[in-house]
């Protein structure tokens, strides 16, 4: 299983910005999605968490401001980034639980898998 993220890059404060997060591989289901993120010289925190019946969970810095969602059917998540501030710059990480295919026939696993991060910079 593997987690592509997608989207961020440089943007204005007060500005938009978008992220993706596509799940691949030998996937029976997929749980509960997040993103989360980390700044320089700073430990990594949560951003947003959603179910899969689409419960969504912010933190309080983001509440209002971002908006998480998803894509069952194509196992993608999204982050919708508006009025970001130049604390929003991180770089940020998908993480999924995920119940996948063992090579043992009939067997599955769950575990949690993240994305590689995708750098979001907000300029003043």
């Known amino acids: 299983v593997q987690l592509q993220a997608s989207g961020g890059g440089l943007v204005q404060a007060g500005g938009s910005t978008s992220l993706s997060c596509v799940a691949s591989?030998?996937?029976?289901?997929?749980?509960?999605m997040g993103w989360y993120r980390q700044a320089p010289g700073k430990q990594r925190e949560l951003v947003a968490t959603?179910?899969?019946?689409?419960?969504?969970n912010y933190a309080d810095s983001v509440k209002g401001r971002f908006t998480i969602s998803r894509d069952n059917a194509k196992n993608a998540m999204y982050l919708q980034m508006n009025s970001p501030g130049r604390e929003d710059t991180a770089t940020y990480y998908c993480?999924?639980?995920?119940?996948?295919?063992?090579?043992?026939?009939?067997?599955?696993?769950?575990?949690?898998?993240w994305g590689q991060g995708t750098l979001v910079t907000v300029s003043s």
């Open positions: 959603i179910t899969s019946g689409g419960s969504a």
């Open positions: 591989g030998d996937i029976f289901q997929i749980n509960d």
């Open positions: 993480n999924a639980n995920v119940r996948y295919r063992t090579v043992i026939a009939g067997f599955t696993r769950t575990r949690d898998f």
